[in-house]
């Protein structure tokens, strides 16, 4: 499994929490080729985001980690409809308590403008480890599905 960031910005008119709280039971399709146009996003998608992967949902102009998602298909680089699907709402993580940019996020090369600005960014595994520390100290009262979620 790898972990990713996907960010959105929700000036532009959309909130994670329209994922969140979707009563959608199936898989949940997120971003299309209007919405993912950077280069290293669409690589991404193309040749490394699989099924069952994690997805860190960042709402960048918030700077704030909401939740965490997995993929529930591989990646696409075109296509009509999205090009990544997340898993069921129900099965996704809505943090408690959401993490900010600073200090949370420092130690994450993904949630910085030095990796690139792409909608999809990839989590190196020893910065993951940081993350879920983090991500679990601010929300306990989540950790058995934090848990489920992540394996």
């Known amino acids: 499994m790898r972990a990713w960031v996907f960010k959105i910005n929700t000036r532009r008119g959309w909130k994670?929490?329209?994922?969140?709280?979707?009563?959608?039971?199936?898989?949940?399709?997120?971003?299309?080729?209007?919405?993912?146009r950077s280069a290293s996003s669409l690589r991404y998608l193309r040749e490394e985001v699989k099924r069952g992967d994690l997805f860190l949902c960042y709402?960048?102009?918030?700077?704030?980690l909401v939740g965490l998602a997995r993929a529930a298909s591989s990646g696409r680089d075109v296509g009509t409809e999205s090009l990544v699907d997340f898993c069921p709402p129900r099965e996704a993580v809505r943090l408690e308590n959401p993490l900010k940019r600073r200090p949370d996020l420092d130690h994450i090369l993904a949630f910085t403008p030095l990796r690139g600005r792409g909608t999809v960014q990839k989590i190196d595994p020893d910065e993951f480890?940081?993350?879920r520390?983090?991500?679990?100290?601010?929300?306990?009262?989540?950790?058995?599905r934090l848990q489920r979620l992540w394996g």
């Open 59 to 64: 709402e960048a102009d918030r700077k704030c």
């Open 129 to 131: 480890r940081e993350l």
């Open 16 to 36: 994670f929490d329209e994922y969140f709280r979707s009563r959608a039971r199936g898989a949940f399709g997120m971003g299309d080729e209007g919405w993912i």
């Open 133 to 144: 520390r983090r991500i679990l100290k601010k929300n306990p009262r989540q950790k058995e």
